[in-house]
């Protein structure tokens, strides 16, 4: 079995492949605080309450966009489960063309991301996938295959807290959409501003990118968290993939490793 770990700045992401086969996958939140140590007994009882052992895991991969984790997660590997992992970094073969100004500066995530919808969705046009994160990340894609820009726009659940942050009596609400733009209550009337506002980024963005693209056809991917949630506001969305970007990393395990180590 595999593990694949997805270390994002809100979540940490984990899937358990058994060949092509997903086993299990679950979430916890990041934290700078935690030890290795912390880390390793974490997954060690979600594994255990999956009925997976951690001497069934024979390898595995991480992307990060937190490089403070990136030496407690390694090292938490190397001792919890007798493994070195992969971690998706300049040197690691990923068949991804990448046409912009500096190709080390596109995260881990988004080259992730951008493999899995190519092996996945890639016909002959070109893709855009966009990725309901801590940030908001629009990846394009030519028809070629090649990675040629993109955008980042804030994420919705950190455009809330900013919103009851910085206002006195503002609360935390559920992000979900409520059934009239015309809200009638504090609630709502915040709901409706977090979800159809980026609803309405998403398709601005969408439609011109399409009209950069100057192509008649476009496929639009989302994934992450808040994918459903926008997507059931917008029509510019044509796929939800929430499994993407862990897909995407089992993928390039397979693709940086011999037969022996699969």
Do not use: W
């Not at 009925?51 to 403070?68: L, T």
């Not at 966009?130 to 994420?155: K, M, Y």
């Not at 979800?195 to 496929?219: D, H, P, Q, S, T």
């Amino acid at each position: 079995m595999i593990l694949c770990i997805d270390i994002g700045n809100s979540n940490i992401k984990y899937a358990v492949f058994d060949g092509d086969a997903l086993k299990v996958s679950f979430r916890v939140s990041t934290d700078l605080k935690r030890t290795s140590d912390e880390y390793g007994a974490q997954i060690a009882e979600m594994l255990a309450f999956n009925g997976i052992s951690p001497k069934q895991i024979a390898g595995g991969i991480f992307s990060s966009v937190v490089p403070s984790l990136d030496y407690t997660i390694a090292h938490m590997l190397r001792v919890y489960f007798g493994f070195t992992p992969k971690q998706i970094a300049p040197g690691l073969r990923t068949g991804l063309k990448i046409r912009v100004d500096n190709a080390h500066e596109v995260g881990a995530d988004r080259v992730v991301n951008n493999v899995s919808a190519l092996r996945k969705y890639g016909c002959g046009k070109p893709i855009i996938v966009v990725d309901f994160g801590t940030a908001t990340t629009f990846n394009i894609l030519s028809r070629e295959g090649e990675f040629i820009g993109g955008v980042i726009a804030p994420g919705i659940k950190g455009s809330m807290e900013s919103l009851v942050s910085g206002t006195a009596k503002l609360p935390r609400v559920e992000i979900e959409a409520p059934k009239s733009v015309i809200a009638t209550n504090t609630v709502t009337n915040m709901q409706a501003g977090i979800v159809f506002g980026f609803a309405g980024l998403v398709e601005f963005i969408v439609k011109k990118i399409k009209r950069e693209l100057k192509e008649r056809e476009v496929l639009t991917v989302a994934t992450g968290g808040f994918s459903e949630t926008i997507a059931r506001q917008t029509d510019c969305i044509d796929v939800i993939d929430k499994m993407l970007t862990l897909n995407g990393l089992k993928y390039l395990y397979d693709l940086n490793s011999s037969e022996e180590e699969r």
